[in-house]
T-cell receptor, first 114, second 109 residues
Framework: DAGVIQSPRHEVTEMGQEVTLRCKPISGHNSLFWYRQTMMRGLELLIYFNNNVPIDDSGMPEDRFSAKMPNASFSTLKIQPSEPRDSAVYFC????????????FGPGTRLLVL | AQRVTQPEKLLSVFKGAPVELKCNYSYSGSPELFWYVQYSRQRLQLLLRHISRESIKGFTADLNKGETSFHLKKPFAQEEDSAMYYCAPTPGANSKLTFGKGITLSVRP
């Protein structure tokens, strides 16, 4: 298994543009997590899916952020419109069941909004 | 309220020296605690979790409920231990992890 796959690895965009980040979890894992990492705030959980259903989205910063998981093997995190303060590294992680299980992280997407 | 505190951002030691990476949490009861590590150019990965009571790569972490701490320790640091370390407690079952800000460990030859 290649582990959690994220694309793109790097994204540079201009303020106001739509950004879509993609994640493929490990096959067989039932939980998927999106995190954002910044110097100021560290690693923050944005949203958690279990069996493709959003369970906890309390970390989603505002309406500009949305996440979907249409099936067990794919999830997207969308920012529309993007702002410079969204610049960060976005990680996707998956686990077998819930929070309590080991989370396996993807390589991250480094986003820069100009 | 801050639920996990890693008070130091950087720890630099020489090879062979003991290492203690501090972590304090503010949950009551019986939290579950994890340490994750990110080596240079690698993914964030689990190092150890409290419930398993394992020693991974020579690291151990003891839960001290009185001090609400879960410090990570290694008696003799190696250069390959240089990495970013994150403490991540959760209040209990079905509760999300909260990651600390992380600490960079630098082990010099």
């Amino acid at each position: 298994d290649a582990g959690v796959i994220q694309s793109p690895r790097h994204e540079v965009t201009e303020m106001g543009q739509e950004v879509t980040l993609r994640c493929k979890p490990i096959s067989g894992h039932n939980s998927l997590f999106w995190y954002r990492q910044t110097m100021m705030r560290g690693l923050e959980l944005l949203i958690y899916f279990n069996n493709n259903v959003p369970i906890d989205d309390s970390g989603m910063p505002e309406d500009r952020f949305s996440a979907k998981m249409p099936n067990a093997s794919f999830s997207t995190l969308k920012i529309q419109p993007s702002e410079p303060r969204d610049s960060a590294v976005y990680f996707c992680a998956s686990s077998l069941f819930t929070y309590q299980e080991t989370q396996y992280f993807g390589p991250g997407t480094r986003l820069l909004v100009l | 309220a801050q639920r996990v505190t890693q008070p130091e951002k950087l720890l630099s030691v020489f090879k062979g020296a003991p290492v203690e990476l501090k972590c304090n949490y503010s949950y009551s009861g019986s939290p579950e605690l994890f340490w994750y590590v990110q080596y240079s150019r690698q993914r964030l990965q689990l190092l150890l979790r409290h419930i398993s009571r394992e020693s991974i790569k020579g690291f151990t972490a003891d839960l001290n409920k009185g001090e609400t701490s879960f410090h990570l320790k290694k008696p003799f640091a190696q250069e390959e231990d240089s990495a970013m370390y994150y403490c991540a407690p959760t209040p209990g079952a079905n509760s999300k992890l909260t990651f600390g800000k992380g600490i960079t460990l630098s082990v010099r030859p």
